[in-house]
């Protein structure tokens, strides 16, 4: 039973951090239409900056582990900004293939000029945030993992209340609802697309961060597992969907490591992927997402 | 009907020979490593003990009145680049001679292009038996993946008096997957238990459900045969799991990222290796200095022994035979008997493997510490 509520922990801190990525890929696809390649390697960035800040500030407390994150997030939110103003904005009404493209270089542009300006080899991430390991009764919870869980939580609490609640919210809505029908009745598509990829960012920064305390050793190349089961998760929940990318990423960690734990571990990707595949044949659209058909 | 590849490589074949031995400026000797990626430790640490070597015999008038050149390679720590890396040494460089690479895996890929061309490939630490097997122009430097296993199994039976091992094993590994099923045969002949046997891939980060999985098992020790980056994740998650037994590895765990990347929780564990600096013998502390004096005060890695007693086993060798033909030079190095490196006296054995001795060393304090030598 305590191998069980262990096993469950480790996958739902797991599925924490592919939940937060993959709203970064989802919201992104809600408003746009296309998927941004390049989120994953702006998570490895927030991971870097983490890196980078945490040899400065006092290892260990709380309010230098809060200054790190909130560094990465913003960091991320203006990288992400950066990255939609240079190479996707010009790309505005072109064809999605032109900028799925796009955003394939945007990725590995980024994964390399990391390998260029960090080096290829991995480096330890700091231990930003003071740590403990509580035993109750064989189930060991550290506070890495719960800071993962509370911290994705509240996040997502946080998202769901800017998106539904704010004017901006509103705006972003609207934006993919119909994006020339919002542009008609006054919402600046730009400002608004802009905010999308820096709330998106923001978050893969704060995964980044929480990846890299639970699994301290970061390299250029990070990103590019966690990113592809994020685009999974988000698939998986109903593309578009912020409770489904939240969903998606739950359960893919979740089946991951109970794979992993089993005598089956070397299927753990093939097992997951099987899922996803499963899912899209009964429910084309994903858990949680409508299927509309596309209007012409 | 032939295929491409059969082509090139007979191509390669043709080529290789006559064009060596019509050349009479320097020697040209070969090494592909990861330079850079996650293996990177490794491929660094062995290229600083290959040049010392080189250098070494260079100031001292060279091979024959020639001098070495040394030429390498970079495969990125990447599945496949071995092959481009030995194709382009041997075909365009013209080296005599192979070294390399670290991981079994690469060196897997390389040995058939080096046996093809006729020029003999010396692997530095693939500890796989697999390697040598492809071909009689395949060499090693290092002692082999069964004897490390007996190393490992008898080292976890008598020193640690452990009843219950868990094997923890890298499933893309050739080199974790030998390691791993050795340990396991010697480990129950010794008449201990396998208690769990979990797995994972290379590059993973993430192992606390396979040792959750290992704790329900409660095993007295654990073996995680793979490298160290996977290694000291490994040791991280397992103490914060609360699985307080020793762990154990192979020679994957040499590198100076498994204290940097494992800090606290690769204390206690035990890994054999080929060489120890702390060793008092003589000619180790010899070597050690003169190291330490070329790159700026870095104490060796056991990589950096073998790479040094690799270039210099080949150019004894060399010496001996009077030239550096390729094919004259296979036999000489076949022939290498007692050969007085600093990783100890090493013997090329029939199946041109490398017989010497092991050393266990353990964490203490945040380095690597001699614990104690085991013969084969």
């Known amino acids: 039973m305590s191998e069980f509520l262990q096993q469950l922990l480790n996958g739902i801190s797991l599925g924490?951090?592919?939940?937060?990525?993959?709203?970064?890929?989802?919201?992104?696809?809600?408003?746009?239409?296309?998927?941004?390649?390049?989120?994953?390697?702006?998570?490895?960035?927030?991971?870097?900056i983490g890196y980078y800040l945490g040899r400065?500030?006092?290892?260990?407390?709380?309010?230098?582990?809060?200054?790190?994150?909130?560094?990465?997030?913003?960091?991320?939110?203006?990288?992400?900004?950066?990255?939609?103003?240079?190479?996707?904005?010009?790309?505005?009404?072109?064809?999605?293939?032109?900028?799925?493209?796009?955003?394939?270089?945007?990725?590995?542009?980024?994964?390399?000029?990391g390998q260029v300006f960090f080096g290829a080899a991995p480096r330890t991430f700091p231990a930003v945030f003071p740590s403990l390991n509580f035993n109750l009764g064989g189930l060991v919870i550290s506070t890495n993992q719960l800071a993962v869980i509370v911290i994705a939580f509240l996040l997502m609490v946080a998202l769901q209340f800017i998106v539904h609640r704010t004017k901006i919210g509103t705006a972003m809505r609207a934006v993919a609802l119909n994006p020339r029908a919002a542009q008609l009745v006054g919402v600046n598509n730009d400002v608004v697309i802009s905010f999308t990829f820096g709330l998106g960012s923001a978050l893969a920064g704060a995964g980044g961060i929480l990846y890299a305390l639970n699994y301290p050793s970061i390299d250029p190349l990070m990103g590019v597992m966690p990113g592809l089961k994020a685009f999974v998760a988000a698939v998986l929940g109903g593309i578009g969907n912020i409770p489904g990318a939240a969903l998606g990423g739950l359960i893919l960690g979740t089946v991951e490591t109970f794979v992993n734990g089993s005598q089956w571990s070397t299927y753990k990707d093939a097992i997951a992927f099987a899922i996803l595949i499963i899912i899209l044949l009964f429910r084309p659209a994903g858990l949680l997402g409508k299927f509309t058909v596309e209007k012409v | 009907m032939i295929s491409r590849r059969e082509f090139l490589l007979a191509t390669l074949a043709a080529s290789a020979g006559p064009l060596l031995a019509a050349d009479a400026g320097p020697i040209r000797i070969g090494h592909y490593a990861s330079l850079t990626g996650k293996d990177a430790a490794f491929g660094v640490a062995t290229r600083k003990g290959i040049l010392l070597a080189v250098e070494e015999l260079n100031a001292q008038g060279g091979v024959l009145g020639r001098r070495i050149e040394y030429l390498v390679e970079d495969i990125q720590s990447k599945q496949g680049e071995s092959v481009t890396a030995v194709k382009k040494l041997i075909s365009r460089d013209k080296v005599v001679a192979v070294l390399g690479a670290n991981a079994s895996s690469n060196s897997l890929e390389a040995a058939p292009i080096c046996q093809n061309a006729k020029v003999p490939m010396m692997a530095i630490s693939s500890t796989n038996p697999k390697v040598t097997e492809i071909g009689d122009y395949i060499f090693r430097i290092c002692f082999i993946d069964?004897?490390?296993?007996?190393?490992?199994?008898?080292?976890?039976?008598?020193?640690?008096?452990?009843?219950?091992?868990?094997?923890?094993?890298?499933?893309?590994?050739?080199?974790?997957?030998?390691?791993?099923?050795?340990?396991?045969?010697?480990?129950?002949?010794?008449?201990?238990?396998?208690?769990?046997?979990?797995?994972?891939?290379?590059?993973?980060?993430?192992?606390?459900?396979?040792?959750?999985?290992?704790?329900?098992?409660?095993?007295?020790v654990v073996a995680a045969t793979g490298f160290y980056s996977e290694a000291a994740l490994i040791c991280r998650q397992a103490r914060s799991l609360g699985l307080d037994v020793p762990f154990i590895g192979g020679d994957g765990w040499e590198a100076p990222q498994l204290v940097e990347l494992g800090g606290k929780a690769v204390e206690g564990t035990y890994y054999s290796t080929y060489f120890s600096a702390e060793n008092s013998a003589p000619e180790v502390q010899s070597f050690v200095q003169r190291y330490r004096a070329r790159w700026s005060n870095e104490t060796p890695e056991a990589v950096s022994a073998l790479g040094y007693d690799a270039l210099r086993l080949i150019a004894a060798a060399i010496e001996r035979n009077g030239t550096a033909d390729s094919r004259k030079l296979r036999d000489a190095i076949a022939a290498t008997r007692d050969f007085a490196g600093v990783t100890g006296s090493t013997t090329i054995d029939a199946r041109r493997n490398s017989t010497k001795a092991a050393v266990m060393l353990t964490i203490k304090d945040g380095r690597p510490r001699f614990f104690e030598a085991v013969a084969p």
């Not at chain 1, 900028?99 to 000029?113: D, F, H, K, N, Q």
């Open chain 1, 16 to 48: 924490a951090i592919y939940a937060l990525i993959a709203l970064g890929y989802t919201m992104v696809y809600g408003v746009l239409r296309f998927i941004n390649f390049a989120h994953s390697d702006v998570f490895m960035v927030g991971a870097f």
């Open chain 2, 146 to 220: 069964p004897f490390q296993g007996a190393v490992l199994a008898k080292f976890a039976h008598t020193s640690l008096r452990a009843k219950r091992v868990a094997l923890l094993t890298s499933t893309n590994s050739p080199y974790s997957i030998g390691l791993s099923s050795v340990l396991r045969e010697r480990f129950q002949a010794l008449g201990g238990e396998i208690v769990a046997e979990q797995k994972f891939t290379e590059g993973d980060k993430d192992f606390r459900a396979q040792l959750t999985a290992i704790r329900a098992a409660r095993p007295d």
């Open chain 1, 56 to 113: 400065i500030v006092p290892e260990g407390t709380l309010w230098g582990g809060c200054l790190v994150l909130l560094t990465a997030m913003i960091g991320c939110a203006l990288l992400g900004m950066l990255i939609e103003r240079l190479a996707y904005r010009r790309l505005r009404g072109a064809a999605t293939l032109n900028v799925l493209i796009t955003a394939i270089g945007v990725s590995l542009l980024l994964e390399y000029s």
